[in-house]
């Protein structure tokens, strides 16, 4: 970027300020009669997710015009691989909840640099938790430090998909079976806040799930990785990631890495995936 390029806090401030617009935008659709209907990959869209996702796109790139764009309900622009800074945007990640009135949805934004998060947001508006960060500035929640709570003698609380519990379990880990929070990048900030002690996603999410929350993680010094490749890179070509796991106790790495790659399998050699990533629980 060029030296009079923003500061990572002012797109950050850009954010914030954008998801709380958004946010309200999207409380008038929440718990209303909302047309609604299912994409090709069988997952659900509303006219919500359209109305917020053009409103985000207006007010950000009209802010940073040089910007590049990836949206989960905009068409891929290829362009978007020949710009520095790009901004990653779920304009309602959890639509399932949100279609059932259910709280907890968010609006998940990032700017990514060179293929690095280095701003990001996660907004549930029907709960009034905005989680932020900047690179090099900190982690926040509603404005606040954000200081992960420990569970101070408690079994780690871990939720994952059925056949990743039957590893954890058959590798003698002991831990309790956490909450299965409908939006990905709102339970991986809950490890960062302390609700959660890990929270994993099979293959296949995409840069929108989680690249505002991987700059929270990583402002809040908590491990967060593709269980196969390491941290995860974003604004490339192919969006989909490999399993990943977000921990907050280093200590459970080795058994939730290894439980996550017997179930989904990593990438071989020469591009093609394993056999074992098509077995999704």
């Known amino acids: ?39 090709e990959n069988l997952s659900p869209v509303s006219e919500a997710d359209i109305m917020v996702d053009r409103f985000l796109a207006d007010s950000l790139l009209g802010a940073r015009p040089g910007y590049g764009w990836l949206s989960e309900e905009t068409a891929d622009d290829p362009g978007r691989l020949e710009r520095e800074r790009v901004f990653i945007v779920d304009p309602i990640d959890g639509t399932r909840a949100f279609l059932r009135g259910e709280e907890y949805w968010t609006i998940s934004l990032a700017v990514v640099e060179n293929g690095v998060p280095v701003a990001g947001v996660v907004y549930a508006p029907a709960r009034d938790e905005m989680y932020d960060a900047s690179r090099g500035g900190g982690a926040r929640l509603n404005g606040r430090k954000l200081v992960r709570k420990r569970r ?24 309790t079976r956490g909450p299965a929070y409908p939006s990905l990048a709102y339970r991986l900030v809950q490890v960062a806040s302390g ?15 989680i690249a505002g929350a991987a700059v929270i993680l990583a402002e809040a010094g908590l491990d967060f990785a593709d269980v196969c490749t390491g941290f995860p890179r974003f604004n490339r070509p192919e969006v989909r990631h490999g399993a990943l796991a977000a921990l907050g106790d280093i200590s459970l790495k080795p058994l939730v890495h290894a439980a996550l790659r017997k179930v989904y399998g990593c990438p071989q050699g020469d591009g093609a995936p394993a056999a074992a990533e098509t077995r999704l629980p």
Request: hydrophobic residues 45%; proline residues 6%.
């Open 195 to 209: 609700r959660l002690d890990a929270a994993v996603a099979r293959r296949g999410s995409q840069d929108w799930d």
């Open 152 to 175: 101070a003698g408690a079994a780690p609380l871990i939720p994952a998909p059925g056949a990743v519990h039957q590893e954890m379990q058959a590798s003698g880990l002991t831990y």
């Open 1 to 39: 970027m060029p030296a009079s390029a923003p500061s990572y806090s002012d797109d950050l401030e850009l954010l914030r300020a954008t998801a709380v617009a958004a946010g309200i935008m999207a409380l008038g659709f929440f718990r209303q009669d909302v047309k609604s209907w299912t994409k």
